[in-house]
């Protein structure tokens, strides 16, 4: 069946370090590829999203390529902020169902 | 404009008893899902309507949850009885569907964080 493996948390990094949360699916076709935020607090929200293979999604300074050949949809951003500090959650939607299925999320803390 | 309404945001119970969760949708959306995660992961979906009809029910554990979409608008997610492994967050989400399938994004609420004792 489809799935999502995102790299395990948590994650620390200093500000104005370079990220990278690294994500793989597996799944039959072509499904589309997401990354959604969870600030504390506060519900899912989607960050960037790509529909098709070499796609670039990107919001807020963060982007993830969607890479066919490597199963992967890794997320980076080059300079972290503080208020980059949530949970981010990579996920997927199969070409023939509205369900998405999310990995099981990268806690990520940014120290000032 | 107001996004996904959840209520109540925190309920705590003891295990046997009944509990209910509501959700308003963005308006004019006609797709509502719910989705259960437990605590260090990712959201699971339980049941997906389209407008009044429930057509993704398959994750939901029927013995004991029931969800009800009644005029198509919000929508209440009820567990009866609760058990201790039902501690969870609840979410609830929607979208706008055109067609065989939604093609557009899924707004989250902030969700029902429930604890049962």
């Known amino acids: 069946g489809n799935s999502v493996t995102q790299m395990e948390g948590p994650v620390t990094l200093s500000e104005e370090a370079f990220l990278t949360i690294n994500c793989t699916y597996t799944a039959t076709g072509y499904p589309s590829l997401f990354w959604y935020v969870q600030y504390p607090g506060e519900g899912l929200q989607l960050l960037l999203k790509?529909?098709?293979?070499?796609d670039k999604g990107s919001n807020k300074g963060f982007e993830a390529t969607y890479r066919k050949e490597t199963t992967s949809f890794h997320l980076e951003k080059g300079s972290v902020q503080v208020s980059d500090s949530a949970v981010y959650f990579c996920?997927?939607?199969?070409?023939?169902?509205?369900?998405?299925?999310f990995g099981s999320g990268t806690r990520l803390s940014i120290r000032p | 404009e107001a996004g996904v309404v959840q209520s109540p945001r925190y309920k705590i119970i003891e295990k046997k008893q009944p509990v209910a969760f509501w959700c308003n949708p963005i308006?004019?959306?006609?797709?509502l899902y719910w989705y259960r995660q437990n605590l260090g992961q990712g959201p699971e979906l339980l049941i997906r309507y389209e407008n009044e009809e429930a057509v993704d029910d398959s994750q939901l554990p029927k013995d004991r949850f029931s969800a009800e979409r009644l005029k198509g608008v919000d929508s209440t997610l009820k567990i009866q009885p609760a058990e201790l492994g039902d501690s969870a967050v609840y979410l609830c989400?929607?979208?706008?569907?055109?067609?065989?399938?939604?093609?557009?994004?899924?707004?989250f609420g902030p969700g029902t964080r429930l604890t049962v004792l």
């Open positions: 790509a529909t098709k293979a070499d």
């Open positions: 996920a997927l939607r199969d070409s023939s169902a509205s369900k998405i299925i």
């Open positions: 989400a929607s979208s706008l569907t055109s067609g065989a399938f939604s093609t557009d994004t899924q707004y």
């Open positions: 308006s004019g959306h006609n797709t």
